[in-house]
């Protein structure tokens, strides 16, 4: 009995400090956003690497859950004789949950493991060492300009994928549903409020910092050796998905609580 409550213990305080460390690297990467010297070249291959990049996965995503939302919200509305909700529902369902959550979590498996790989790399290969002796912060080299990008970046992504999605299933619903193109477009804009954007744009800024963050975290916290980058990256990726899973939650109970 007594050593159970003790692995219980010591899991539970290891938890705790690795809370703690997160939470310091957190305030460190923050409080070195304002302060010189920026790197405007690493901030630009990062907006290229984590934004433009990420736009096929991200459209082809979007373009298939539209369209399979579409077709079930139909069949369900179909029991009780309510197909013709189906634009309005495509619609929010895209812009409020699906468009966010997936982009994040599609964003944590191509950028948060890129992230974690290189900065675990050039751990293990001693690049970071390097950095430091050629009196250049890691921080604000290797963790700043991927942190800005991703969190500027990914709000566009959502608003892309928002509108790829919405165009899925208007084209399931015109080709396949027998919908009238200027009635599912009319019902869309009519029901999408100003909030329903705001909240998904707001929710890709947060998703986007999250994943960068994780990335940027476990590289640097990297164990040595092919090993410790292949579990940095394993464990940055899950860690980015339950975090992003987690802040949607907060994040649709703060704006549509009421």
Not at 122 to 149: C, F, G, N, W
Request: charged share 10%.
């Amino acid at each position: 009995m007594t050593r159970a409550l003790a692995m219980i213990g010591a899991a539970v305080l290891a938890l705790l400090a690795s809370i703690g460390r997160l939470i310091l690297f957190t305030a460190r990467a923050l409080s070195h956003l304002a302060r010189p010297p920026f790197y405007g070249r690493e901030f630009a291959a990062a907006l290229w690497q984590v934004g433009y990049l990420s736009l096929p996965v991200v459209g082809l995503t979007a373009l298939f859950t539209g369209g399979a939302l579409a077709l079930q919200i139909y069949a369900g509305g179909a029991r009780f004789n309510a197909e013709e909700v189906m634009p309005q529902i495509t619609a929010i369902g895209m812009v409020r949950e699906l468009g966010p959550v997936l982009v994040g979590l599609m964003f944590a498996a191509r950028v948060t493991s890129s992230i974690a790989a290189e900065i675990a790399t050039m751990k293990v290969t001693e690049q970071i060492d390097a950095l430091v002796t050629l009196s250049t912060h890691p921080m604000k080299y290797l963790t700043v300009p991927r942190l800005l990008a991703a969190t500027l970046v990914m709000p566009l992504l959502v608003a892309v994928a928002d509108v790829i999605g919405i165009l899925g299933g208007y084209l399931v619903a015109t080709e396949r549903l027998g919908f009238s193109p200027h009635v599912y477009l009319q019902n869309t804009a009519d029901f999408l409020e100003p909030l329903d954007i705001i909240s998904s744009l707001t929710k890709g800024a947060v998703f986007g910092f999250i994943a960068a963050l994780m990335g940027c975290y476990f590289g640097m916290n990297s164990a040595r050796g092919a090993q410790g980058v292949g579990a940095a990256t394993k464990t940055s990726v899950v860690v980015a998905a339950v975090l992003i899973l987690a802040a949607n939650f907060l994040l649709t109970e703060a704006f549509f609580s009421a």
